[in-house]
């Protein structure tokens, strides 16, 4: 299971007026803000990113400038994957280590999606002594039953991270885990997609329609 909320996409006019700069083009500028506040770009200035996004790397650094914040709710083993993309991401996430003793443990806390019937029916009685192991050190603060509840948890325990990142790491990305395996990483680049222009700067990128 993967969850995205909170998109905001920011610095997109920056962004665009600096992929300007080499060529003293700012003239030819023909985005502006809608009504909603939205960054629009014009015909001009999309023509241009979509080129400079197929010219490769070292002519879209422009992308580097459109920053993305989002948070995403995902299993700790997808958390694991993901936290290969280290450069130009940030991420602060909820505290497994200070609050993960805050309030009981339920299935609901897991991803569980793909689980078969009797699996799932073992899992819930093991999240079940998991509470109870939890529940001992609420009212006994036994520093080992800290431990067993940390080292027990299981890999599909869902956390919230609040993330940043820029276009030029959702192209690297998308095309690095579009046909992975894990349902997440597809669900994560179906989201990506959403983004304003994701699909024209992205797929230009990657020299294909999106």
Known sequence: MLKVERVSVMNLENAIRGARNPMNSWGRMDSGYDGAGAYVLGENDLALAVRLCAAGSDHRKFLRQILVSMDITAPLYWWKEFDTYKVGTVANSTSTMHKLHAKPLEVGDFSTDHLTPASLAQFTQYVGYLEGVRRRFV???????????????????????????????LVNLYYARRGHKLDEWHTLCDEILKLPYARELLGAAGGEAL
């Open 139 to 169: 009212e006994g603060k036994d520093k080992a039953d800290w431990y067993d509840l940390i080292q027990l948890l299981p890999a599909s325990y869902d956390q919230l991270r609040t993330v940043t990142l820029n276009y030029e790491v």
